[in-house]
């Protein structure tokens, strides 16, 4: 018997998402602080350094409310409200039984197998429980 799974959206547990959360808004706050002191504290001859500055500081922040919205929106898709999981694990038990059978005869139809390999194999397959 096999078992197909599909796990989504990542290994996070809530308590982790809501820590990401307010560790990107204590960097946001803080890059808006300190950005704000460089920008006063640069002499306004320096206009080319000044535009640098800002623009790394856009970045900064345009990066830290993308992080926000990505831990909202993994918050927002969890299954219910008492989950303390993110992890979304979805199996599916299959038996397998028949696709490996016709695996195995086109197999021995495309000459990879012998008919006593064939034989074989097909046996210790039909002992497995279904």
């Known amino acids: 018997m096999t078992h197909k799974g599909q796990v989504t959206p990542g290994g ?6 809501k820590i990401g959360i307010v560790v ?8 808006l ?22 623009l790394f500081f856009l970045i900064w922040v345009v990066a830290c409310l993308a992080i926000i919205v990505f831990y ?7 299954a ?3 989950d303390s999981s993110l992890i979304d694990i979805h199996l599916e ?4 039984f028949d696709e ?15 008919e006593m390999e064939y034989r074989a194999k097909r046996e210790q397959i039909m002992k497995q429980p279904w």
């Open 24 to 31: 990107v808004a204590l960097f946001l706050l803080f890059g």
């Open 12 to 17: 996070l547990t809530v308590l982790q998402a």
């Open 100 to 114: 490996r059978l016709r695996a195995l005869e086109a197999l021995k139809n495309d000459g990879l197998l012998s």
């Open 72 to 78: 909202v929106r993994m918050l927002s898709k969890r």
């Open 93 to 96: 038990k299959t038996s397998g």
């Open 80 to 82: 219910s409200p008492t």
């Open 33 to 54: 602080g300190f950005g704000f002191v460089v920008l006063q504290e640069t002499p306004d001859s320096e206009i080319g350094l000044k535009l640098l500055i800002g």
